[in-house]
């Protein structure tokens, strides 16, 4: 039951509240008090938001939101609890924490395993419900992603002026390679095609299947499910791979992975090796960081976004043929498509503010796009995508 006092009470305000056993610091000196659930402790990130209604538990362990918490806008989370098969990266790689309007509710889902808050306990990850998540994402919205730290004790002892001074010493995202530290340790043989219902994670096809070699710089596993069900035998290396390592593989064609962190600090590393594999013309396909890392092998540029996008329903104008596609999205850098040299061609544009998410490169089987086009969670226009890069290796 939620406390009276709590629920009336200003999302921002500098008193604790009676009943408040969470807190969020923003660095700019504003305070959301809440009720505290999951993990006990405290995490600095930067604050996000997510749009999705549905798929909480795949958005908060997607290595792509590693150093971040999520402001969940949809106020029902976690009501149809967790479960193992829905878990989209290894360990307790993704968000540090979240953000609720709710308190997390009784599962009601006949494949939960555990309610939200014991796994976010599990996971080591902070939730805080209670807050006014419009107000948040506005305020993210306005002023850009801040830099904040999200902390909960049950007995709502709070040392404010510190978590203040970790947030605001914090240095965020820009500048910071966060692939290397969610990556995997060594090579994987990917087995296992998407999950259907009654059958879990199905089989691989018979047959003959072109070898694909996924970069792994943070990638989600459902990207490895969907290109094993386009036809691909997958073999996933980390993110630091030499070419040399690669190429030794035998690879029929090599995909970028999804990803956190600047594009920029992941390509001090990531951009040679992709060159060196235009250069010896083998096929390239990228999505989200990926992608960055593709555009900079290409010689573009990347930019870090005012608010980012993340959720299940953005839109994305095939350039081609002025198809829309609704996608899922996860980023806060893109690429500046003012940048694009002679030869990389723009293939897709965000509509809501007109940003690069997509490209092809002349002369080359090698394209990416910003969004993940791998729906876990989000819809399945882009699966083509998939089938389109693994189909021209065959």
Not at 135 to 153: F, K, Q, S, Y
Not at 164 to 179: E, F, I, S, T, V
Request: charged letters at 20%; one cysteine or more.
């Amino acid at each position: 039951m939620a406390d009276p006092a709590l629920s009336h009470a200003p999302s921002f305000e500098g008193t604790r509240p009676d009943g408040a056993t969470a807190v969020l610091v923003l660095a700019d000196g504003h305070i959301a008090w809440g009720r505290g659930f999951g993990a006990v402790g405290n995490a600095v990130g930067e604050v996000c938001f997510n749009t999705a209604m549905t798929g909480y538990q795949e958005v908060m362990t997607d290595p792509s939101y590693a150093g971040q918490i999520v402001t969940f806008t949809f106020p029902h989370i976690g009501n149809v609890g967790t479960c193992s098969e829905d878990m989209e990266s290894h360990g307790v790689a993704g968000a540090v924490g979240c953000i609720v309007r709710e308190d997390v509710t009784a599962p009601a889902n006949f494949r939960s395993q555990a309610d939200f808050s014991r796994w976010l306990e599990l996971q080591g990850k902070i939730g805080i419900s209670g807050i006014d998540t419009r107000a948040l994402t506005r305020r993210i919205r306005v002023g850009g992603a801040p830099n904040a730290v999200i902390a909960h004790d049950p007995k709502g002892d709070f040392d404010i002026e510190a978590l203040m001074d970790r947030a605001r010493n914090w240095p965020g995202l820009k500048g910071m390679d966060l692939a290397v530290k969610v990556s995997r340790e060594g090579n994987e043989d990917w087995q296992g095609s998407i999950w259907q219902l009654g059958e879990g994670y199905t089989k691989p096809r018979d047959g003959t299947h072109p070898h694909v070699v996924a970069i792994d710089y943070g990638a989600k596993d459902n990207i490895f499910r969907n290109l094993v069900k386009a036809g691909a035998n997958v073999t996933v290396v980390p993110a630091e791979t030499g070419l040399e390592a690669i190429i030794a593989l035998q690879p029929a064609g090599v995909f970028l992975s999804n990803g956190p962190g600047d594009p920029a600090a992941t390509g001090a590393y990531a951009v040679p090796v992709i060159k060196g594999l235009l250069d010896a013309d083998v096929p390239v396909f990228g999505i989200c960081l990926g992608h960055q890392m593709l555009a900079l092998a290409a010689g573009a540029q990347t930019i870090k976004m005012h608010q980012g996008h993340r959720g299940a329903n953005h839109p994305v104008k095939r350039i081609e043929d002025n198809v829309v596609e609704i996608t899922s999205m996860n980023h806060g850098f893109a690429v500046d498509a003012a940048t694009l040299p002679e030869g990389v061609v723009e293939t897709h544009v965000s509509l809501f503010d007109g940003s690069n998410c997509g490209i092809a490169i002349t002369g080359k089987n090698a394209f990416s796009v910003q969004y993940h086009p791998e729906a876990s969670p989000g819809p399945q226009d882009s699966f083509y995508l998939f089938e389109k890069f693994v189909g021209s290796l065959v």
